[in-house]
């Protein structure tokens, strides 16, 4: 079977987003492998296996056009609400968190954050089929 091991995006600015995501998630450096017009930089944490890989062309200035396919990134919390209220804290400006229900029955309860590059990130309280 098929493994999932990373999602990669393209940032601009290697240390911006780094921070972000450490501060954010407790995301961390696990390698960083540096090539002549590019680096990549992966970045996990003690939860899974998973991997977060930042691209960053060497040389590039100009913020990327995200266009209509993106969609998000998600990662699941244990308490969704006091996730929330840290990130306020830290000043990374959460959007409101958002109840779901389907049948009457709650199917999700999220909040999305912007990464300094502009891409969305959903955060979702371990429930369902987001453990």
């Not at 999602?7 to 972000?20: G, T």
């Amino acid at each position: 079977m098929a493994k999932m091991i990373h999602s990669m995006i393209r940032v601009l600015d290697e240390a911006r987003s780094v921070e972000f995501y450490s501060k954010a998630f407790g995301l961390s450096v696990a390698d960083r492998v540096d090539f002549d017009t590019f680096t990549l930089i992966y970045l996990s944490n003690a939860e899974t296996g998973f991997e977060l890989e930042l691209t960053v062309n060497k040389g590039r200035t100009e913020p990327y056009g995200l266009g209509n396919a993106y969609g998000h990134l998600a990662l699941s919390v244990e308490e969704v609400a006091v996730e929330r209220e840290r990130l306020s804290k830290l000043g990374l400006k959460p959007g409101e968190l958002v109840e779901l229900n389907r049948d009457g029955k709650l199917f999700g309860l999220f909040f999305f954050v912007s990464d300094p590059d502009g891409y969305k990130i959903e955060v979702l309280q371990r429930h369902g089929r987001f453990l």
